[in-house]
């Protein structure tokens, strides 16, 4: 049973926005740390931006900080995030993770993370 999936994604021009969309089954993301992450052919996986469970902040990878921003829509227990000022090198495959309560600081590495989504590709090129 798929318990994150995301939403979103496709082609876009550089400049352009895209707003990705996680969406938990069964469960209420907001009990959980949510993070994205995004992964390219030969490359780790990486954080883009997380959100705490607890406070509600969030992190962001330097590279997207301006651009792209993270938030909660717990009346549709959803996790967005704002892709703005699209760059060529954001093209990757993106998912969605959640970390179960028990860490007192949001972590920005994947293994962290329990439950992941089946991932959704961004592709930016003109």
């Known amino acids: 049973q798929t318990q994150l999936v995301e939403s979103g994604g496709g082609l876009v021009q550089p400049g352009g926005s895209l707003r990705l969309s996680c969406t938990a089954s069964g469960f209420d993301l907001n009990y959980f740390t949510i993070g994205w992450f995004r992964q390219t052919p030969g490359k780790e996986r990486e954080a883009v931006s997380c959100i705490s469970n607890s406070d509600d902040s969030t992190v962001y990878a330097e590279s997207v900080k301006g651009r792209f921003t993270i938030a909660r829509d717990n009346a549709k227990n959803t996790v967005f995030l704002q892709m703005n000022s699209l760059k060529p090198e954001d093209t990757a495959v993106y998912y969605c993770?959640?970390?179960?309560?028990?860490?007192?600081?949001?972590?920005?590495?994947?293994?962290?993370?329990?439950?992941w989504g089946q991932g959704n590709q961004v592709t930016v090129s003109s």
């Open positions: 993770a959640a970390e179960p309560p028990g860490r007192t600081v949001i972590s920005t590495r994947a293994n962290a993370y329990d439950y």
